[in-house]
């Protein structure tokens, strides 16, 4: 009898052993939490765009500009500047490149931070304080690089923005939207002025300004819309 007991004992650990090894697999035994690598971001792919030459339709493009005075609370000038001309090429359905170029002449002031002296405000951007205009009548930026966001249409763009004669490079993000022959950009970029020598009331190049301290960034808002040649 204990010679029985024993072999059914011995049968019964080598049936439980065997189901032990098949009920798992090379993650672990069943039961036990099953690691996998974590899943890459979701994205979509990008919009393909109509191959061609596509230029700037300029009465329904649009820009903004704001600034501000960084030691008076709530202090905003803002205004409008247009787009004089441009034009982009897309090629395999993607935008390879592309320039575009702002009349500084047309910069206005539409709305001050103290509420008044819009025209006073215009003359001095002209001026050499700032644009100099007399001498460098347009900014030009062209860009050379856009690679997609994780979302269609969500691009971030780099490029080399034109001032007084100072090229630097920038980037911001843009969303590109195309319908039939046209193609839009959208975009809002934060720029330091004082890389393109704008260095006219900067805390940072001037000391004991008080509050006329102007703030080295800026913000530009833009619609370009292209055509397709």
């Keep these: 009898m204990a010679k029985l007991i024993t072999f059914l004992v011995l049968v019964a650990a080598a049936i439980g052993g065997a189901l032990y090894i098949t009920s798992k697999d090379d993650r672990g035994p069943i039961g036990a939490p099953v690691l996998s690598e974590t899943p890459a971001e979701a994205t979509e792919t990008p919009a393909a765009f109509a191959d061609g030459i596509y230029r700037l339709d300029a009465a329904a493009s649009r820009m903004e500009w704001s600034g501000t005075k960084t030691l008076i609370v709530n202090y905003v000038d803002r205004g409008t500047v247009s787009i004089a001309s441009g034009s982009a090429a897309v090629v395999d359905g993607v935008v390879a490149s592309g320039s575009v170029v702002v009349d500084l002449a047309t910069i206005t002031p ?17 001026s050499a304080d700032f644009f100099d205009i007399a001498k460098y009548p347009t900014a030009t930026f ?15 763009v780099s490029g080399s923005l034109t001032i007084k ?10 969303v590109l939207t195309g319908e039939e022959d046209r193609l839009t950009m959208e975009a809002t970029a934060t720029l330091d002025r004082t890389q393109w020598g704008l260095t006219y009331a900067s805390g940072n190049f001037f000391k004991n300004l008080g509050d006329k301290v102007i703030g080295d960034m800026f913000t530009v808002h833009f619609v370009a819309v292209g055509t397709r040649q």
């Design 110 to 126: 539409t709305v001050t931070g103290r509420g008044s002296g819009e025209s006073t405000l215009q003359k001095h951007l002209k």
């Design 165 to 174: 004669g100072v090229t630097k490079p920038i980037e911001f993000p843009a």
């Design 142 to 156: 062209v860009f050379e690089k856009l690679v997609p966001a994780s979302l269609s249409g969500q691009f971030t």
